[in-house]
């Protein structure tokens, strides 16, 4: 029988364990249909995932679909176990990939298919519940296209005549052949899906086995069975116990066949296998033996672990995700830490997330998670198994540390009758990159075998930094040069020049101080997104709103974990539980209080004698250490990394100037030409090149400043922000929005013809479904109204991000937070209450103006009157005076 192996995952409460229980219900592999809320699941079968109603522990059910065997592994949902969930994904096939209809695609999801992409496995989409109805099969498709893959096509809808056009436009070869022939063959089909061009995606309720069958039916008849070598090959991907505690070693075979008795090695251990079990739930089957494409357990194996790969397969590297909250573990009265390290360690192995760290010095041991709940689990775990009731502190973030700029660091280690000395080049690496290593050195310089020593030297410590003594990452060490010596050389020598090349290449360093980041997903009451906006800025995160829908707006962003690690508890306190806070970890970048932080830590780089900083090296039959900034002076090879020239300072303590160098007029090149290359040539007419317009370069023309021209004004006025900030608009808005709408565009449009200021009115209309930004013309103004789920806010900060270097902007809003962003663009800023006044400034002005123009017009009889009829009145009056 064919074999398959699919995991299935999940963000948490998007009903992946409920799909599981319907694909094996309906497969006939279990009689009742369990429930998460009922504690009675079938692949639920620790006493904690039933209390806690949540996937801790990655588990394997075997079912058939037709011809084929699956083998389905359920892997936790929630992000502090998703390590182990990760350890899984190197096992896989094919990958279900469950999505909450109700919720859409979430933080976590987003996680999921980044891993899968990179892991390159082919995935099936399962939009469970449906039956909530709070969106629509076409939201969600166009959710899926735009937030995970251009490739995601309803399945639904096979059979149908759009069908064959929505799987052409997924890739260029299946468009070819749909125009060629007018039909996509099914072959074809299951090509695209295993190369992940193509990702069929159904829909359903998996509580009311709805759309369940139809799904399995997809799986069956779209995957692709592999095809195994020969010879054997095996993954391990996961280390459990079993009651009785015997240890048991999860594994697939990826190649050949695996007996009872067989010797299993990796290349640096032998063991033989016990028992070979073929697990399906809590329950298993005793095997002599397990064919390619098997999942199974095997006891007799002490020395396995995660990622290790057997036979001819390659081991895997470490998790992508990795612990970033450190607690100390304090062990219950009576109990000696020395003690509980090998239990702890037990747990370790089984724990893909987990690290114990024991410390010689404080005596006290030290673990390193993911997050509180995972926390809580190891608690319960000592508790039940070893009997301990152990305590934790209140923890502390995991920092790390980098560089960020190139240096070279060089160790030397030179007691008596010992010698070697190493260069190591080492560069700042991207976020996330880890640390590298390289040789870059010729046979010549040093031996291969010296050379390898050094990198595996290198490779076998946890280098930390000298900031805070936290681990060094995202770095490039390249081994560039070295010295050994035929005699006194030993291997440990170069293991001691290393170490220390590396400590004094990040003391010449500038180092930078990492922290962990948080990838948020925050749904809340549409009127509390100020508060929530103000919260992140003052957590030093980032944030925008994602969508706004039903009165609840979604925002997503990042911030440090260090500062959101609690802020669960305030959502829920402000949003009277109304609001909703998932994060995950989204890698390190620079840390936000460094300066706090580090001196937190109070960590002397040079006082700690298990990571020295200087080196060693002999004189008159002696070892002396030197300080790590005077090596570079007693070192045995020549530095390959030259300094940069600094300008040389002169006598009286300033720094000379730099020599200008001195141009060669043309022609006077044509004079040496003359003299010396054409001399033996005879009289020959010269060439005289005429008189340039402009100077030799060694007699450089003043140059003339331009004038900076000036730039076109630009007024952006945040218009709701401004009606409500203004009492009689506001007033005004209680009534009638429209009115108070129009009655601030005609201030503006007096305000506009008054002054050069190009003005944009801007509107919220990002609760209007299906909106489209609409930019309308109001007289001698502009206005907008923003698209669905775009804020006035969003639409203004754009526009000065991407207009600051071309116009003179200024923007009028009261909104605190955008202030910042906007002065953080280079824009002007004017407050609610600077418009009016400005407004009304103006106004007073022209109407001052206007008033000082007008010309006094008297309207007498006089002036009515002919010039005849004038005189006459004039001599009429004179007479009268006499």
């Avoid at 694909?23 to 998460?36: A, D, E, M």
């Avoid at 079968?45 to 806690?52: D, G």
Wanted: hydrophobic share 35%.
């Amino acid at each position: 029988m064919s074999k398959l192996v699919i995991g299935i995952l999940a963000h948490v409460d998007a009903g992946k364990t409920t799909l599981s229980e319907s694909l094996l219900y309906l497969s006939g592999r279990i009689r009742n249909f369990g429930r998460v809320d009922k504690g009675n699941a079938f692949l639920d079968n620790f006493e904690l995932e039933r209390a806690r109603g949540i996937t801790i522990f990655s588990k394997q059910a075997v079912f058939d679909i037709g011809s084929i065997q699956v083998t389905l592994l359920d892997t936790p949902g929630h992000v502090d176990f998703s390590a182990e969930m990760e350890r899984t994904l190197q096992v896989l096939d094919y990958a279900i990939l469950v999505i909450s209809g109700a919720d859409g695609v979430q933080g976590h999801t987003r996680t999921l298919w980044r891993l899968l992409a990179l892991y390159g496995i082919p995935a099936f989409i399962f939009v469970n519940k449906m039956d909530q109805e709070r969106y629509d099969r076409n939201q969600l498709m166009n959710m899926l296209k735009s937030q995970l893959d251009e490739g995601c096509v309803d399945f639904g809808q096979a059979g149908k005549s759009a069908f064959s056009e929505q799987l052409a436009m997924c890739d260029e070869g299946l468009m070819e052949v749909y125009l060629k022939t007018g039909r996509i063959e099914t072959a074809q089909v299951k090509e695209a899906i295993r190369q992940r061009r193509l990702f069929p995606c159904y829909f359903g309720s998996a509580l009311r086995l709805e759309g369940v069958e139809e799904f399995m039916r997809g799986v069956a008849d779209y995957a692709i069975v592999p095809a195994w070598p020969q010879d054997f090959r095996a993954k391990v991907f996961k280390i459990s116990r079993d009651e009785q505690g015997n240890r048991l070693t999860h594994m697939k075979i990826t190649g050949g066949r695996l007996r009872v008795r067989d010797i299993l090695s990796n290349g640096a251990w032998e063991e033989k296998v016990n028992q070979i079990r073929i697990y399906s739930g809590p329950k298993y089957q005793a095997a002599s033996e397990a064919e390619a494409g098997a999942v199974c357990a095997v006891t007799g194996l002490t020395r396995s672990r995660p990622g290790d790969g057997l036979g001819g397969e390659e081991a895997s590297g470490r998790p992508i995700l990795e612990p970033v909250l450190t607690y100390q573990v304090i062990p219950p009265d009576g109990c000696d830490p020395k003690v509980l390290v090998p239990k702890l360690r037990q747990v370790e192995e089984e724990d893909p997330e987990l690290r114990v760290v024991w410390d010689d010095k404080l005596e006290e041991i030290r673990v390193q998670v993911m997050g509180e709940v995972q926390l809580e689990i190891l608690k319960s775990i000592i508790q039940s198994r070893f009997g301990l009731d152990v305590s934790f502190d209140s923890g502390r973030i995991l920092y790390k540390e980098t560089i960020a700029n190139v240096v070279e660091g060089v160790g030397h280690f030179e007691p008596l009758r010992h010698y070697a000395e190493v260069h190591l080049l080492m560069y700042p690496g991207a976020r996330g990159s880890g640390l590298r290593y390289a040789v870059d050195c010729s046979d010549d310089v040093l031996a291969r075998s010296w050379k390898k020593l050094i990198i595996s030297h290198l490779k076998e410590k946890e280098h930390v930094g000298v900031l805070t003594g936290s681990p060094v990452t995202d770095m490039k060490i390249t081994l560039i040069s070295g010295r050994a010596h035929v005699k006194h050389t030993q291997g440990g020598d170069f293991r001691e020049a290393a170490w220390r090349a590396v400590r004094h290449g990040l003391m010449e360093a500038e180092s930078v101080l990492l922290e962990p980041y948080y990838s948020f997903h925050l749904e809340l009451p549409e009127n509390m997104v100020g508060r929530a906006m103000s919260d992140i800025e003052k957590m030093y995160g980032t944030c925008r709103v994602t969508h706004v829908r039903d009165g609840m707006s979604v925002l997503e962003g990042r911030a440090p974990v260090a500062a959101m690690q609690n802020y669960q508890k305030d959502v829920a306190a402000y949003t009277r539980g109304t609001g909703r806070l998932m994060c995950q970890i989204a890698g390190y970048g620079p840390c936000h209080n460094a300066e706090e932080v580090i001196e937190m830590f109070g960590y002397d780089p040079e006082r700690d004698a298990e990571n020295p900083t200087g080196s060693v090296f002999c004189a008159n039959g002696a070892g002396f250490t030197v300080g790590w900034d005077k090596v570079k002076e007693y070192m045995h090879v020549e530095s390959c990394l030259k300094p940069e020239r600094r300008p040389q300072e002169s006598a009286d303590g300033g720094r000379a100037e730099k020599r200008k160098e001195k141009w060669i007029d043309p022609e006077e090149v044509d004079r040496i030409l003359q003299k010396s290359f054409f001399a033996n040539q005879g009289k020959k007419s010269v060439w005289h090149k005429p008189a340039a317009a402009a100077e030799s370069p060694s007699q450089p023309q003043p140059r003339i400043a331009k004038p900076k021209e000036p730039r076109e004004k630009y007024l952006l006025v945040d218009g709701y922000n401004i009606i409500f900030a203004w009492p009689e608009l506001k007033e005004l808005a209680e009534e009638d929005m429209d009115a108070a709408r129009t009655r601030l565009l005609d201030e503006l449009c007096k305000y506009r013809g008054v002054k050069k200021y190009r003005i944009i009115a801007v509107f919220d209309a990002y609760r209007v479904e299906r909106h489209k930004e609409d930019v309308l013309d109001y007289h001698n103004i502009h206005v907008v109204y923003t698209r669905q789920a775009q804020t006035a806010d969003q639409y203004i900060e754009r526009f000065a991000h991407d207009n600051q270097q071309k116009y003179d902007i200024t923007v009028a809003t009261s909104d605190y937070l955008q202030q910042i962003i906007i002065r953080g663009a280079g824009c002007a800023i004017w407050s609610a209450n600077d418009l009016r006044e400005e407004i009304i400034r103006t106004n007073e002005g022209v109407l001052r103006t206007f008033r000082e123009n007008q010309v006094q017009k008297r309207d007498s009889l006089m002036d009515k009157l002919s010039d005849e009829a004038r005189q006459q009145m004039e001599s009429l009056a004179r007479k009268e005076d006499q």
